[in-house]
């Protein structure tokens, strides 16, 4: 655990960011920044949940004055494991595990037993299970070996045992992390997972209101990763296994991590989505209709109106197209890529910028690399690191997004402000946002693909940038509608009523 300034005795809003804000950038972080920047009355704390210190760096960004409190807690750093202890057998050490596991493994609505609702139960005073028994009890060890003989179907009992320890561990940090946070009036979760059952732990021991805010379904992307992530062990042979079988291992962390996103919206008082197919997705996994709402991200469209004179008018020589964000696998930099040759064949003075940071998946950055360098495009395509998005926006021409999932992207709104139209994929709220919702007769703001299709990408793109009338079409549409639909002033307001109601509770 690191403690980044001093304790504040208390704050109005403790948010709780899982992988974000201050350590990560991207559109999250930026989100957490605006919000507190945007509402200065609020006295703000940050509880940090990442996976091992040595994953971030330095902060992103610089804190805003009115945040009070931040403090960090790394779930797998194996330095604060307790020590080794002899075996020994606690009564009901069974029994309570098996509650723990069954819970959060089964598909139906859970709600965690009213034991492990308490913070009690975890520590080494409160009559429970503390970390120590878990880890090294006897009980523990049967209960684990009776499992994986009853369940398992991988053939490796050590990757089931190791798969079960860590997937269960952070449930103890969190309620270490629980017991000692300064008190909140409102405490206010930015996903589901391991942040949003820190924060049903809180709710449920302080009785004070949680608010959950899911900028994209967490429990689906979870699943993209886990369906791709090399760190899952599956030791069976080629020949063994089916192509479209998941693993038992990759269900039983999807599984996992899906029950972790019914209990937060079990605790939250309000859920949050950015827009209405979010919102029923939230219903259909779980979420209370009666206490969810929407409200869209919005951004300040005075700085990027100021940027759209400084951007010459089409025809364009030599456009830019530019995809703004992380280079990771969910956001399908390679498709984009892909993509440049076809673009280059109708527009050969074309350049495709590749604009976000490196550091999140180096692997994945360096095949990025690589794929550029394979299909002879680095005359034509850079990577150019984090940027500010003011000093990019007035130099490119159209903003690519060629994502597998999506929220409601903020750099979306950023790019209309400021007056760039955009290729997007069919994800998240992309499809709204380009043609519209209900009652929207704005016009189209670009156009929309499928995902992973970098020739419906190219035709997309060469179609707009080379139709000047039609580029100044989607110009107009994209500012009207951000000025219409998604300015931060909605969108603050929305969120001053959801902080008073919950201080007033």
Request: charged share 20%.
């Amino acid at each position: 655990m690191t403690i980044a300034f001093p304790k504040a005795a208390s704050a109005d809003v403790m948010l709780l960011l899982e992988g974000t804000f201050p350590y990560v950038s991207g559109g999250v972080s930026s989100w957490v920044n605006q919000i507190m920047q945007g509402m200065p009355e609020y006295r703000f704390g940050i509880v940090f949940l990442g996976s091992r210190p040595e994953d971030y760096g330095d902060p992103k960004y610089t804190l805003p004055e009115n945040l009070v409190h931040l403090e960090a807690h790394y779930l797998f750093a194996p330095d604060d494991m307790p020590p080794p202890e002899t075996p020994r057998r606690a009564p009901g050490t069974a029994a309570c595990l098996r509650d723990i596991h069954t819970t959060l493994r089964r598909k139906e609505r859970p709600s965690l037993p009213e034991p492990l609702r308490h913070l009690a139960f975890y520590a080494n005073d409160g009559g429970g299970i503390p970390l120590a028994e878990f880890l090294y009890g006897e009980d523990s060890w049967d209960y684990i070996t009776q499992s994986y003989e009853e369940r398992c179907t991988d053939p490796s009992f050590v990757d089931y045992f190791w798969t079960v320890r860590n997937m269960h561990l952070p449930i103890w940090r969190l309620a270490a992390v629980a017991r000692q946070l300064p008190p909140a009036r409102v405490y206010h979760t930015v996903s589901t997972g391991y942040a949003g059952l820190l924060g049903a732990l809180l709710h449920w021991h302080t009785g004070r209101p949680l608010i959950l805010s899911e900028h994209g379904i967490y429990t689906k992307e979870r699943r993209i990763d886990l369906l791709n992530a090399a760190w899952v062990a599956d030791r069976r042979s080629r020949l063994e296994r089916d192509p479209s079988e998941i693993s038992y291992l990759r269900e039983l962390w999807i599984a996992f991590f899906e029950s972790l996103g019914r209990t937060c919206y079990d605790a939250a008082d309000k859920i949050v989505a950015l827009y209405p197919a979010a919102r029923e997705r939230q219903i259909a996994d779980g979420a209370d209709q009666q206490r969810s709402l929407i409200i869209p991200n919005g951004v300040p469209t005075e700085p990027f109106a100021a940027l759209r004179a400084l951007r010459p008018e089409p025809p364009f020589g030599a456009p830019v197209l530019c995809l703004l964000g992380r280079v990771t696998p969910i956001k399908d930099i390679k498709t984009f890529i892909r993509a440049m040759p076809a673009v280059l064949d109708e527009i050969p003075g074309a350049q495709g910028w590749i604009v976000g940071p490196e550091d999140e998946d180096p692997v994945y950055a360096a095949e990025c690399r690589n794929l550029v360098d394979n299909l002879d495009l680095a005359a034509h395509v850079h990577f150019k690191g984090f940027q500010p998005v003011t000093d990019i926006l007035p130099r490119i021409h159209l903003l690519i997004l060629s994502s597998i999932s999506e929220g409601l992207p903020l750099v979306l709104l950023e790019g209309f402000a400021a007056g760039v139209p955009a290729i997007c994929t069919d994800v998240g709220a992309c499809r709204r946002l380009v043609f519209g919702g209900e009652g929207d007769a704005l016009g189209s703001a670009g156009d929309i693909i499928g995902i992973a299709d970098p020739q419906a990408l190219a035709q997309a793109a060469t179609a707009l940038l080379t139709d000047p009338a039609r580029w100044r079409s989607a110009q107009a549409a994209a500012i009207a509608r951000v000025e219409a639909y998604y300015t931060d002033t909605l969108m603050f307001q929305e969120y001053r009523k959801l902080y008073q109601e919950a201080y007033d509770a």
